[in-house]
């Protein structure tokens, strides 16, 4: 099971909500920082899009002597599993989308966080601005991320904000904000061609991702695909409802 984290947090959120320890009784579960993010390097060779991103994914599975997986995407990482799954260069069994973002609209925060992906700028901006303005609104982030509920002293001590903030990490937040409109615009020209079993969660009350727009609209287009939207959950639900999202993902292990 491979499974594939969203923006501004690290690998370290799946342990944090309970996930790697209930799918890991059972199963072979890998989860990669991805590029820029946590102990990861972003080589500046190429625009790491969640397609680049995906086949980096499927490449290394295969260099770990992996032919098949089934993939767990939260968020941004919804892009790069769908991706994984529209272009498979190993067996993908199945997809488990969490609080995903499918479709091109609008981002408040690809304003906010894009210009630190920008060439030389960005570098200035990344190790000034960013660095104080990113304290001042990771709370803030972090709170609406979780709201409804309260968040978990669990996020605090495994995703550490020393590690968030670093200048590194802001480069790689900002250039993935700023391919996720271009790649949803691409990707859900071919959501009909997933012919593999999905299963979409999202939190009724998400402020982060608005789920009708998203998950029931990808539900639509995905005619096999099986969505549960989840009360008074937010954009973390895989924290309030990690059984019900493991049982899901462990039922694809076995199909």
Not at 73 to 83: H, P, R
Not at 132 to 161: C, I, K
Request: aromatic share 6%.
């Amino acid at each position: 099971m491979l499974l594939v984290h969203g923006n501004l947090v690290t690998l370290q959120d799946f342990i944090a909500s309970g996930l790697v320890a209930r799918l890991s009784k059972r199963h072979r579960v890998i989860a990669f920082d991805r590029p820029g993010f946590g102990f990861s390097t972003r080589p500046r060779d190429r625009v790491w899009t969640p397609q680049e991103q995906a086949a980096l994914f499927q490449h290394a599975l295969r260099r770990m002597g992996l032919t098949s997986a089934v993939v767990v995407g939260q968020s941004l990482g919804c892009l790069i599993a769908l991706a994984m799954a529209i272009e498979p260069r190993i067996d993908i069994r199945g997809l488990t989308l969490i609080s995903g973002y499918y479709y091109p609209t609008a981002r408040y925060d690809v304003l906010l966080t894009a210009p630190a992906a920008i060439p030389v700028v960005g570098d200035v901006i990344r190790y000034t601005v960013s660095p104080v303005m990113g304290r001042l609104l990771l709370d803030q982030n972090v709170r609406a991320m979780f709201a409804p509920s309260d968040v978990p002293p669990e996020f605090g001590h495994y995703v550490q904000r020393q590690i968030v903030l670093r200048p590194s990490q802001m480069r790689a937040i900002g250039e993935d904000a700023a391919c996720m409109v271009p790649a949803a615009s691409e990707l859900s020209k071919h959501y009909r061609e997933v012919d593999i079993p999905v299963r979409i969660f999202a939190g009724e009350d998400d402020v982060v991702v608005d789920p009708q727009a998203h998950s029931s609209r990808l539900a639509r287009d995905i005619p096999q695909s099986v969505l549960s939207v989840i009360r008074h959950g937010g954009h973390m639900v895989h924290y309030d409802d990690a059984g019900r999202i493991g049982d899901a993902v462990e039922a694809m292990a076995i199909e």
